[in-house]
């Protein structure tokens, strides 16, 4: 079953948390940006789109995701929303020439058939950046901890970058082409961007298909 019930139930919590930490949030989509080379795509797709935060400042077309609740505000961010499970995904083969998936794979039930899925989408040569907290970090232990009391995280299973880099190359066709972290301590402000991982929070990976 999709983890979606927090995501039905506290959307405006969820969105207010982008507001809250404004910061937090450019410093992630900055290094998605830079992550990417600013390129833009004619076919792209965002497995667990949510609300749209990311998707839109990106410049990908369509969103993919378990609920309702999220899928209506990322219509109105101007994505093509469609509801479905990272698990199997309702596009033809060699579609998309791009895949964006952030902050999902923590709420997803089999990550090694999502990431099948995204292999399966991709075109070859095509490109997936995976955005996500890194658990061995700050602030993945910090969020380990908090796990029980936390409506959203509760249901998490957070991941190491090298788990998910040997998950990815180990079940797909897909490669990793580079890595950068960013957010480096608690402070809600933009931090700076560096390459690998092993210091931030936040981990962007980006692979290519074979």
């Given at each position: 079953?999709?983890?979606?019930?927090?995501?039905?139930?506290?959307?405006?919590?969820?969105?207010?948390?982008?507001?809250?930490?404004?910061?937090?949030?450019?410093?992630?989509?900055?290094?998605?940006?830079?992550?990417?080379?600013?390129?833009?795509?004619?076919?792209?797709?965002?497995?667990?789109?949510?609300?749209?935060?990311?998707?839109?400042?990106?410049?990908?077309?369509?969103?993919?995701?378990?609920?309702?609740?999220?899928?209506?505000?990322?219509l109105q961010r101007g994505i093509?929303?469609?509801?479905?499970?990272?698990?199997?995904?309702?596009?033809?083969?060699?579609?998309?020439?791009?895949?964006?998936t952030v902050t999902t794979i923590?709420?997803?039930?089999?990550?090694?058939?999502?990431?099948?899925?995204?292999?399966?989408?991709?075109?070859?040569?095509?490109?997936?950046?995976?955005?996500?907290?890194?658990?061995?970090?700050?602030?993945?232990?910090?969020?380990?901890?908090?796990?029980?009391?936390?409506?959203?995280?509760?249901?998490?299973?957070?991941?190491?970058?090298?788990?998910?880099?040997?998950?990815?190359?180990?079940?797909?066709?897909?490669?990793?082409?580079?890595?950068?972290?960013?957010?480096?301590?608690i402070e809600n402000k933009i931090?700076?961007?560096?390459?690998?991982?092993?210091?931030?929070?936040?981990?962007?990976?980006?692979?290519?298909?074979?």
């Amino acid at each position: 079953m999709a983890k979606i019930e927090p995501f039905e139930r506290f959307t405006k919590e969820y969105e207010n948390w982008f507001e809250r930490n404004n910061n937090l949030y450019l410093s992630e989509v900055l290094l998605l940006k830079e992550l990417l080379e600013d390129r833009r795509f004619n076919l792209s797709l965002e497995v667990g789109v949510g609300s749209g935060r990311f998707a839109q400042p990106l410049g990908v077309n369509y969103g993919l995701d378990p609920s309702m609740a999220m899928l209506k505000i990322a219509l109105q961010r101007g994505i093509k929303v469609v509801r479905g499970i990272a698990e199997s995904l309702p596009f033809k083969n060699n579609l998309f020439e791009f895949v964006l998936t952030v902050t999902t794979i923590c709420f997803v039930d089999d990550i090694v058939q999502t990431f099948r899925e995204i292999d399966r989408v991709l075109k070859s040569k095509g490109l997936l950046a995976v955005g996500f907290v890194d658990r061995s970090s700050f602030l993945g232990q910090i969020y380990e901890r908090k796990k029980p009391k936390s409506r959203f995280y509760k249901v998490a299973r957070f991941f190491s970058t090298k788990e998910v880099i040997e998950i990815v190359e180990t079940n797909t066709s897909l490669r990793l082409k580079s890595a950068k972290q960013t957010i480096f301590g608690i402070e809600n402000k933009i931090y700076p961007i560096k390459e690998g991982w092993g210091e931030g929070a936040f981990v962007g990976l980006l692979f290519e298909k074979l």
